[in-house]
């Protein structure tokens, strides 16, 4: 089993920044791939970011690239999400995802076969 606990939501202003983090327990195995994921208002869940556990393998949304940054820290279990230029489209409900299994970095952009989840954390971006 595997457990993810998002934190680090919260309010900002337009241009602002916030950083995101998931904590992670559990089998290593089971979460070669980490992602952030997003429910923003009137869309359906996306896709936002994606790291690979070879430490060098990202994805990242066209809506965010240049603007977010997806890091895993091993020695603490977590992953990152570093938001900047935030937008008020950004605003949502931001999940930290995982899943075992793959041989590389393109098995994280099956996005639909994420088996692990967070509760979520909330991100308002005011304008």
């Known amino acids: 089993q595997v457990q993810l606990v998002e934190s680090g939501g919260g309010s900002a202003q337009a241009g602002g920044s916030l950083r995101l983090s998931c904590a992670a327990s559990g089998y290593t195995a089971s979460r070669s791939c980490m992602g952030w994921f997003r429910r923003t208002r009137g869309k359906e869940r996306e896709v936002v970011a994606t790291?690979?556990?070879?430490?060098?393998?990202?994805y990242y949304a066209d809506s965010v690239k240049g603007r977010f940054t997806i890091s895993q820290d091993n020695a603490k279990n977590t992953l990152y999400l570093l938001m900047n230029s935030l937008k008020p489209e950004d605003t949502g409900m931001y999940y930290c995802?995982?899943?075992?299994?793959?041989?590389?970095?393109?098995?994280?952009?099956?996005?639909?076969?994420?088996?692990?989840w967070g509760q979520g954390t909330q991100v308002t971006v005011s304008s």
């Open positions: 995802a995982a899943k075992g299994g793959g041989s590389s970095g393109s098995w994280c952009l099956n996005f639909g076969s994420y088996n692990y």
């Open positions: 790291f690979y556990n070879d430490g060098r393998t990202t």
